[in-house]
């Protein structure tokens, strides 16, 4: 295996409490009533916009709505994105055995690209990633497969060599789309039943096992 493509929130990192901290901000500065965070893990996966459309109350899932939060959202999330995010056991030790294998790491989210960077920075500076690539402004987001392709590009590796891993039904179809082999993981923030659904080629239910697939 030449490369490995992480997903981030839910794969890496366990983000939820600050991405529901963030958007429960949002919500109570237009007014609405706040979100369990329970409820939150089912709204992430698609993107900040996606996140917001998805917490605010029927009836009130207007753009003009999402587009104030936003502002709301980024600035709390901005001064807190690491208060209370954790890495996944055996996380860091599967990177750093990664590494020391020389295979290539790579960071495929749709968390916006600013705070995508500054979470594995913090989290994982020892580890030298050849990408890691957020949500940007004028790129689609997954389950888009152009942001494996640019990564392949950057890595010059074919699809066979590259093994993609997350823990979503996005993650699933991203990894079907840029016709990757993927590996899902029971640690995130989907089910083990949604995620057999979707047939991946590998389910982990701990670091470790990824380690011993590659």
Known sequence: MKVVIFDLDGTLLNTIADLAAAANHALGALGFPRRAEEECVQFVGNGVTKLLERALPDGA??????????????????????????????????????????????VASNKYQSATQRLVKYFFPQIKFLEV??????????????????????????????????????????????????CAVTWGFRSRELLESF???FIADTAREILTMI
């Open 199 to 201: 047939r991946p080629d």
């Open 61 to 106: 899932k207007t753009a003009d709505n999402v587009e104030r939060m936003r502002d709301a959202f980024f600035e709390y999330y901005d001064e807190h994105l690491w208060d209370k995010t954790y890495i996944y056991a055996g996380v860091t030790e599967l990177l750093e055995a990664l590494q020391a294998r020389g295979v290539l790491l790579a």
């Open 133 to 182: 690539l957020g949500q940007r402004q004028g790129f689609p987001v997954k389950p888009d497969p152009d942001i494996v392709n640019e990564i392949l590009l950057s890595a010059g590796a074919r699809k066979e060599e590259v093994l993609y891993v997350g823990d979503s039904d996005v993650d699933m179809q991203t990894a079907k789309n840029a016709g990757v082999r993927v």
